[in-house]
């Protein structure tokens, strides 16, 4: 099972088909209970969000990064641990200056691996 969802406002894509602001079929789509797991190819890696976790920019590492999505009590350290804000929401910013955005409404604890 796969999800697309055309963009209305122009012709630029927001993933690497033409005319498709967000399509699962590079990867499929898993639904389960306590388990979801989808996978698309973005246009751009100017991928900003999904909660407070340690790393040097805003703009997330997309080699091969797997980051926790689950809230705890820890300060500031090394590594991807997760901290204490969980926000399932990322922003990708395009070439041509503008935005799409995704959230991902889940009470499970999740995890965005980033390649």
Same mark, same amino acid.
């Given at each position: 099972m796969s999800a697309q969802t055309p963009r209305t406002s122009s012709s630029r894509s =927001?993933?690497?088909?033409p005319k498709l602001k967000f399509d699962t079929?590079? *990867?499929?789509? $898993?639904?389960?209970?306590q388990f979801l797991? =989808?996978?698309?190819?973005?246009?751009?890696?100017?991928?900003?969000?999904? *909660?407070?976790? $340690?790393?040097?920019?805003?703009?997330?590492? =997309?080699?091969y990064r797997t980051w926790p999505l689950f809230g705890r009590d820890k300060p500031l350290g090394e590594g991807t641990d997760?901290?204490?804000g969980v926000h399932p929401f990322?922003?990708?910013?395009?070439?041509?200056?503008?935005a799409h955005g995704i959230l991902f409404l889940?009470?499970?604890?999740?995890?965005?691996?980033?390649?």
């Open positions: =927001l993933v690497k088909q079929s590079i *990867g499929g789509l $898993v639904f389960a209970d797991q =989808l996978a698309t190819n973005l246009a751009t890696k100017n991928v900003y969000g999904f *909660g407070e976790n $340690v790393h040097q920019t805003f703009r997330h590492d =997309l080699n997760n901290l204490y990322y922003t990708v910013l395009e070439a041509d200056g503008k889940n009470s499970n604890a999740m995890g965005l691996c980033l390649t």
